[in-house]
């Protein structure tokens, strides 16, 4: 009923002030109702690494009603129907083995201190109920995405630490190698496969993630390692800001045969809005960025697509979706497409949200699962820059153990040198 008075009140309007003049007026009127009854979930936006970047997390210093040197803001938001966004924690690959955890921890707590400053504006959120909760209240469901496996340091209890603090997804790699993962430059043949995928601790990460209840995030992996956690994962994964691979052959994208394999698992796929992505070229339009919805619709189905667009990680943007108040025309485009009203609710959010809920549905049929309590081995991760506290107990006993036979011989040595 709701639903229809919304409906009525956005066609009067239009009508009243002659704004119909097309079938395009109507296709964007129809996208704003759909979006007043299903939240546009974005997976990818990086508006907190700008705040890092452009104001060293100073958020005091910052007006986001006003700001506009960034993709997003408040107004734009709300131009933008944006109804949850997975705002990313992330830290370049450059902080791998130095201080990613802390530079991580900060980005977690510039994003719950911009939840805190606008109340008004953003609701912080960790799970499906909690973006619906949102919706209901006309904010903006804000979870949190770290991205790049360099950021946990190969620790087990860091990635349940960030799970407390908020963390709902992790990107397995970012434009690096982990100790555990191969990331997606491997695939170009700019970088070495370091472990053939993944490597067994990274196969533990992956169980512990779905116990934890935590989703998968497969951009910026390997082809390889899509495969492995598609085998290995009890829970559906997403890829957060990638394309298709067959629209355009960068291996950011994915490829036909994973898309089937991510339908079949349930998972789901973001498009990403990045020109780099959508065309291989450096200019797009947002009809290219149609395209690769209409291929991942064509491959696998509508119920695994959705919006990832990257705002603010990127720096080539297609015609028409220059920034977060955008996007209702790429919605208003795929209805011109022939979409139908279900289809794109499904892209919208409800394929997130059908997501994100059967990864607590196997959150929950795990509780009885202890944490994984088994660390990487020291030599996996070794470096001047890290310690082996923990560690030194085998290590001592294993020092020991050799330190009997050695003193051994250094006993006889010296009774013979007496006898002499």
Same mark, same amino acid.
């Given at each position: 009923?709701?639903?229809?008075?919304?409906?009525?009140?956005?066609?009067?309007?239009?009508?009243?002030?002659?704004?119909?003049?097309?079938?395009?007026?109507?296709?964007?009127?129809?996208?704003?109702?759909?979006?007043?009854?299903?939240?546009?979930?974005?997976?990818?936006?990086?508006?907190?690494?700008?705040?890092?970047?452009?104001?060293?997390?100073?958020?005091?210093?910052?007006?986001?009603? &006003?700001?506009?040197?960034?993709?997003?803001?408040?107004?734009?938001?709300?131009?933008?129907?944006?109804?949850?966004?997975?705002?990313?924690?992330?830290?370049?690959?450059?902080?791998?083995?130095?201080?990613? %955890?802390?530079?991580?921890?900060?980005?977690?707590?510039?994003?719950?201190?911009?939840?805190?400053?606008?109340?008004?504006?953003?609701?912080?959120?960790?799970?499906?109920? =909690?973006?619906?909760?949102?919706?209901?209240?006309?904010?903006?469901?804000?979870?949190?995405? %770290?991205?790049?496996?360099?950021?946990?340091?190969?620790?087990?209890? &860091?990635? /349940?630490?960030?799970?407390?603090?908020?963390? /709902?997804?992790?990107?397995?790699?970012?434009?690096?190698?982990?100790?555990?993962?191969?990331?997606?430059?491997? =695939?170009?043949?700019?970088?070495?496969?370091?472990?053939?995928?993944?490597?067994?601790?990274?196969?533990?990460?992956?169980?512990?993630?779905?116990?934890?209840?935590?989703?998968?995030?497969?951009?910026?992996?390997?082809?390889?390692?899509?495969?492995?956690?598609?085998?290995?994962?009890?829970?559906?994964?997403?890829?957060?800001?990638?394309?298709?691979?067959?629209?355009?052959?960068?291996?950011?994208?994915?490829?036909?045969?994973?898309?089937?394999?991510?339908?079949?698992?349930?998972?789901?796929?973001?498009?990403?809005?990045?020109?780099?992505?959508?065309?291989?070229?450096?200019?797009?339009?947002?009809?290219?960025?149609?395209?690769?919805? =209409?291929?991942?619709?064509?491959?696998?189905?509508?119920?695994?697509?959705?919006?990832?667009? =990257?705002?603010?990680? %990127?720096?080539?943007?297609?015609?028409?979706?220059?920034?977060?108040?955008?996007?209702?025309?790429?919605?208003?485009?795929?209805?011109?497409?022939?979409? &139908?009203?279900?289809?794109?609710?499904?892209?919208?959010?409800?394929?997130?949200?059908? %997501?994100? /809920?059967?990864?607590?549905?196997? /959150?929950?049929?795990?509780?009885?699962?202890?944490?994984?309590?088994?660390?990487?081995?020291?030599?996996?991760?070794?470096?001047?820059?890290?310690?082996?506290?923990?560690?030194?107990?085998?290590?001592?006993?294993?020092?020991?153990?050799?330190?009997?036979?050695?003193?051994?011989? &250094?006993?006889?040595?010296?009774?013979?040198?007496?006898?002499?």
């Amino acid at each position: 009923m709701l639903s229809n008075v919304i409906s009525t009140v956005i066609l009067a309007l239009w009508g009243s002030s002659g704004a119909f003049t097309s079938a395009e007026d109507l296709h964007f009127a129809r996208a704003l109702q759909l979006m007043s009854e299903t939240p546009l979930i974005d997976g990818h936006n990086d508006l907190p690494w700008q705040l890092r970047i452009q104001f060293n997390n100073e958020l005091n210093k910052v007006n986001l009603t &006003t700001l506009e040197t960034t993709h997003t803001n408040i107004p734009k938001i709300k131009t933008g129907r944006l109804g949850a966004q997975f705002w990313s924690a992330y830290v370049p690959c450059g902080a791998q083995y130095k201080d990613a %955890v802390r530079q991580t921890l900060e980005q977690i707590d510039v994003i719950h201190r911009m939840c805190q400053k606008y109340p008004e504006t953003f609701m912080f959120a960790t799970s499906s109920q =909690d973006i619906m909760e949102a919706f209901g209240m006309n904010k903006t469901a804000s979870l949190i995405g %770290v991205e790049g496996g360099h950021s946990i340091d190969s620790s087990l209890g &860091t990635l /349940r630490t960030m799970y407390q603090l908020g963390v /709902r997804y992790l990107t397995l790699t970012h434009s690096c190698n982990t100790p555990w993962a191969d990331n997606w430059l491997v =695939d170009t043949g700019s970088e070495p496969s370091q472990h053939n995928g993944l490597s067994p601790f990274g196969k533990q990460l992956i169980s512990e993630m779905n116990r934890l209840g935590m989703l998968i995030d497969l951009a910026h992996v390997t082809v390889t390692v899509m495969n492995q956690v598609l085998d290995l994962s009890e829970a559906p994964v997403i890829f957060s800001h990638s394309s298709a691979y067959s629209i355009c052959p960068n291996k950011r994208n994915v490829p036909d045969d994973v898309l089937q394999r991510v339908k079949k698992t349930g998972g789901i796929v973001m498009v990403n809005f990045y020109n780099d992505y959508v065309t291989c070229n450096k200019a797009a339009k947002l009809s290219d960025v149609a395209d690769h919805f =209409d291929h991942i619709k064509k491959v696998a189905g509508a119920d695994i697509v959705g919006f990832g667009g =990257d705002y603010d990680g %990127v720096t080539r943007l297609p015609e028409g979706l220059e920034d977060v108040s955008k996007v209702p025309n790429l919605v208003a485009e795929l209805l011109r497409r022939g979409w &139908t009203d279900e289809e794109v609710k499904d892209a919208l959010g409800n394929n997130l949200l059908r %997501v994100l /809920r059967q990864v607590e549905n196997v /959150r929950d049929s795990l509780k009885a699962k202890s944490p994984d309590d088994v660390p990487i081995p020291y030599e996996e991760v070794e470096s001047s820059c890290r310690t082996s506290y923990g560690y030194l107990n085998n290590g001592a006993a294993h020092s020991l153990s050799m330190l009997a036979p050695l003193l051994t011989v &250094t006993l006889q040595l010296l009774i013979t040198l007496s006898d002499a």
